[in-house]
């Protein structure tokens, strides 16, 4: 299994980023996928899920301005994140989740891609 995370990078409060996943070694669109984030000192965080069928999940603190999105033909899936809060600042990673799309617990996750949102 391989996940490999790209698209983080630095941008100010109110931007917007768009994080890719490139999956393989495993059945991709037969698998719910994730993004987690993880800040220093503390464990992943769940943001959000994509069942096989493309259904999405959010955490409530980023409901609305960020959009998790897959493609097959590409075994990638997508983060798009809008409206930027310094608060957002973390590790962000793609994760295979154990269960269900909206699981905290994962399988496995990628190494990840640093998100930096100045004020």
């Known amino acids: 299994v391989q996940l490999v995370e790209s698209g983080g990078g630095l941008v100010q409060s109110g931007g917007s980023l768009r994080l890719s996943c490139a999956a393989s070694?495993?059945?991709?669109?037969?698998?719910?996928m994730s993004w987690a984030r993880q800040v220093p000192g503390k464990g992943l965080v769940w943001v959000s899920g994509?069942?096989?069928?493309?259904?999405?999940y959010y955490a409530e603190s980023v409901k609305g301005r960020f959009t998790i999105s897959r493609d097959n033909a590409k075994n990638t899936v997508y983060l798009q994140m809008n409206s930027l809060k310094p608060e957002d600042t973390a590790v962000y990673f793609c994760a295979i989740p154990r269960g269900k799309a909206w699981s905290p617990e994962y399988n496995y996750w990628g190494q990840g891609t640093q998100v930096t949102v100045s004020s």
């Open positions: 994509i069942t096989s069928g493309g259904s999405a």
């Open positions: 070694g495993f059945s991709f669109s037969s698998s719910a």
